[in-house]
């Protein structure tokens, strides 16, 4: 997460958190867009070692009580954490080049329907909504 949140101080430098109209186009606007995606990676493997953890700790306090909630928990955190690192290959071919999830000024050879991440995004229960772009 330390460095998921690092690569997101490097997007801050360049204008994130600013509107639009208030950020040099377009390199600074690159290198925001190109720094969050970047980030992406790290972050959604600190989620998903967030979510293991969690579970285990649930386990080890209740799993011997209720094997019902044991077995619930196990199952419902390896669903999670499988949905959830498949986000992230599908998160980077989403658009043919990869560089233009970034280079939103650049050619566009191929791109998937946004909504596909942003779905998945929600049923793997992942934070990648603010990623997707319309």
Avoid at 47 to 58: E, M, N
Avoid at 103 to 128: A, H, K, T
Wanted: hydrophobic share 50%.
């Amino acid at each position: 997460m330390i460095l998921s949140q690092a690569l997101v101080t490097v997007s801050y430098t360049y204008g994130l958190g600013k509107h639009d109209a208030d950020i040099e186009q377009p390199h600074n606007m690159t290198q925001v867009l190109k720094w969050v995606w970047i980030s992406l990676a790290p972050g959604l493997m600190a989620s998903i070692l967030a979510r293991i953890s969690i579970t285990l700790l649930l386990v080890r306090l209740f799993g011997g009580v209720h094997r019902l909630f044991k077995w619930c928990i196990i199952g419902l955190t390896t669903f999670a954490s499988i949905f959830c690192g498949l986000l992230i290959p599908i998160a980077y071919v989403q658009i043919t080049p990869v560089e233009a999830l970034w280079e939103i000024y650049g050619p566009v050879e191929s791109s998937w329907d946004p909504r596909i991440l942003l779905y998945m995004s929600y049923f793997g229960q992942c934070e990648l909504h603010f990623l997707i772009l319309e």
